[in-house]
């Protein structure tokens, strides 16, 4: 996101300084033909645009309080996105410098699973008894149990006919 600004500001300091070709198109309806823009009046108009902007939080402080809330927000999100990308490019380096190790130790290259896959799968929360997804009253104390065990996930109840 701020490479994207960096690169906006620096294309648009470069455009500026760029000199305008006589008789194109913006040439003659960007100014007027008794007077021109120069690059020192473009310099100076900026100049007073950020002396201006730079007493605006003297003007107005709630206005400036909220932006800065704003953008630590937005420097927040960016470094967990930064911190995110960088976990997954090291991932990424880690998974082809192990395929290469095999590689140059002669294993078989058969393997392709990565550590995302090798990882265990998500199961869904432990009951106090200790099995996922048991019901504590589908087995009374002391019974046998049934001939066959609980369905994982509980059905529907049906229709009455």
């Known amino acids: 996101m ?11 300091i470069v455009l500026l300084l760029l000199p305008s070709i006589p008789g194109g198109p913006l040439h003659d309806a960007a100014a007027p033909k008794d007077q021109p823009v120069g690059a020192m009046e473009a310099l100076s108009a900026a100049t007073s645009a950020m002396a201006d902007a730079s007493g605006f939080c003297a003007r107005q402080p709630q206005a400036c309080a909220i932006g800065a809330g ?3 927000m937005i420097s927040e999100r960016a470094e967990a996105g930064a911190r995110f990308a960088i976990s997954y490019i090291a991932e990424q380096i880690g998974e082809e410098k192990r395929r290469a ?12 699973l990565t550590t995302r896959d090798l990882s265990p799968e998500w199961q869904g929360p ?4 200790g099995l996922p997804n048991e019901t504590s009253a589908s087995v009374p ?3 046998p149990g049934p001939a066959s065990s609980p369905p994982a996930v509980p059905l529907p109840p049906k229709r009455p006919a």
């Open 2 to 12: 701020f490479f994207l600004l960096r690169v906006a500001f620096w294309l648009t």
């Open 101 to 112: 190790a095999a590689r140059a130790t002669g294993t078989p290259s058969g393997d392709t």
């Open 70 to 72: 704003v953008i630590q």
């Open 141 to 143: 104390a002391g019974s």
């Open 126 to 129: 432990i009951a106090p008894g």
